[in-house]
């Protein structure tokens, strides 16, 4: 299942993959190697075992969006490797040019904290649960009760 910020995400880099990068904007993504449908190299899950972070700048090639993730071509030591990560591996994504930051939880870690959209460039955060619909699906629960007006 994909969230609304996720889909962001595909919906940034699709526009991307149609248009090139606007201006000096370039997209900084740190995503879990570990996770099931990642595709990487085996030289760089090697070197990269639990997570590894990419920029979409200059030296990119050959992006292709689809509904549940992205592929590219990056150079690693002058050496162009195809990769594939699926949004629900991405731990976060920003625009430094544009000082925009999303964080994701990882679901397979409770404990990791979850993030929120930031054009501030402060890092405000709120919680997410993960909790089983019905067809043992997980879906996420935003608690909002830090946002909520508290009485003096």
């Known amino acids: 299942m994909?969230?609304?910020?996720?889909?962001?995400?595909?919906?940034?880099?699709?526009?991307?993959?149609?248009?090139?990068?606007?201006r000096e904007n370039h997209f900084v993504i740190e995503f879990s190697t570990d996770h099931q449908d990642v595709r990487l190299p085996p030289r760089l899950m090697k070197r990269y075992p639990s997570s590894m972070t990419i920029v979409l700048q200059h030296q990119f090639e050959d992006l292709k969006t689809e509904k549940d993730g992205f592929a590219v071509t990056l150079s690693f030591n002058d050496r162009p490797e195809n990769i594939y990560v699926p949004v629900s591996a991405i731990r976060s994504f920003s625009d430094p040019s544009a000082k925009f930051?999303?964080?994701?939880?990882?679901?397979?870690?409770?404990?990791?904290?979850?993030g929120s959209a930031d054009k501030s460039g402060d890092e405000s955060k709120f919680e997410e649960t993960p909790q089983e619909e019905s067809g043992g699906e997980l879906a996420t629960v935003v608690s909002l009760d830090k946002f909520r007006n508290k009485p003096k």
């Open 2 to 22: 994909i969230n609304s910020m996720q889909q962001v995400v595909i919906s940034v880099l699709s526009q991307v993959e149609q248009h090139g990068l606007p």
């Open 101 to 114: 930051n999303l964080t994701f939880p990882d679901l397979r870690n409770p404990e990791v904290e979850a």
